[in-house]
């Protein structure tokens, strides 16, 4: 078993690998009826990232009735912002509802970004209990939002199908929009190193809507933020490896190559000849044509 673990790190180092680790994309969920109970107990979303105990549990669910070779830390793209003084809550069926983030005197009233850990600290500690309780052959992910998805939330409020309103605001005030990328990029630098301290041994950064920019804004907004963290996180954490995950954007995943991360999340449609040999990539399975289920459980849905 400890052979698989040893699999997972070299695939994070672009080593051969055979067989290649597996694990999923939330594979900690609603479909697993041991995490609707523990979601019950919990009482809502927020509540159950911010319970070490139970946060922890839900993690460790899909580990147990799979043996998954890697774990990923049940949490949540937008934890950042609560740490930082914004109202968050998620609502069921509709997902996240934030107080936006539109003027100045509205990123006057965000905390400094070496203030958030009050708040995140219950994440710190489901960390510190994953890396205690997994096997010793599961690999341990870490991860947060890229910083241009995050400021999508906190300037519009809430998911939109096209970010318009960030967009908005960076072509009207982008000076603003700047400081709150900027902002959002120390904080995720610290939250991500605070999880490697903790114990994760990898860890991921998200773009969901990397894909909604283009141009020279997708160089300035999505590809160097993630530089100026996995630099961050290299310097500071020199042997942990470093995924980026920019959703929507396959036409473009080799602009992400000089951004120095160990591994990079690829779509079905994107042909492995345009990545670099010191990459890994993670493939993801074609959505809408699903394998079938051997296991009969409901397939996942969105965690919260």
Same mark, same amino acid.
């Given at each position: ?20 680790p597996i694990w999923m ?15 019950? !107990? ?20 899909? $580990? ?51 203030? $958030? ?7 710190? !500690? ?51 929009? !700047?400081?709150?990328?900027?902002? $959002? ?42 530089? !100026? ?9 020199p042997g942990i490896p ?63």
């Open positions: 078993m400890a052979e698989q673990k040893k699999n997972s790190s070299a695939h994070w180092q672009a080593k051969p690998c055979p067989p290649p994309m939330r594979q900690a969920g609603r479909y697993l009826p041991e995490y609707r109970a523990t979601r019950a !107990e919990a009482g809502d979303f927020l509540s159950l990232c911010y319970n070490p105990d139970l946060a922890a549990e839900v993690t460790l669910q899909p $580990i147990r009735r799979f043996g998954f070779d890697a774990a990923i830390l049940f949490a949540d793209i937008l934890l950042i912002p609560p740490g930082a003084r914004r109202r968050s809550v998620f609502v069921t069926g509709e997902g996240p509802r934030l107080s936006t983030i539109t003027t100045q005197s509205d990123f006057d009233a965000l905390k400094p970004a070496s203030d $958030i850990h009050d708040t995140l600290a219950p994440i710190y !500690e489901t960390v510190k209990i994953l890396a205690r309780e997994l096997p010793a052959e599961t690999a341990f992910i870490g991860f947060a939002g890229a910083p241009w998805t995050v400021a999508t939330y906190m300037i519009a409020g809430r998911g939109t199908p096209d970010q318009g309103p960030a967009h908005a605001l960076k072509a009207e005030n982008r000076a603003l929009f !700047e400081a709150l990328l900027a902002r $959002i990029t120390e904080a995720t630098i610290d939250y991500l190193s605070c999880q490697i301290d903790a114990g994760a041994e990898c860890v991921k950064l998200f773009d969901s809507w990397a894909g909604s920019l283009s141009g020279d804004d997708f160089a300035k907004y999505a590809l160097e933020p993630t530089r !100026e963290i996995i630099s961050a996180l290299k310097a500071r954490h470093r995924h980026r995950l920019p959703a929507r954007s396959q036409g473009r995943l080799y602009r992400f190559r000089p951004c120095h991360g160990r591994g990079l999340r690829r779509a079905r449609q994107f042909h492995l000849t345009r990545m670099g040999r010191r990459e890994c990539p993670e493939r993801r399975l074609r959505p809408r044509q699903p394998r079938p289920n051997p296991y009969g459980h409901r397939r996942p849905g969105p965690d919260q």
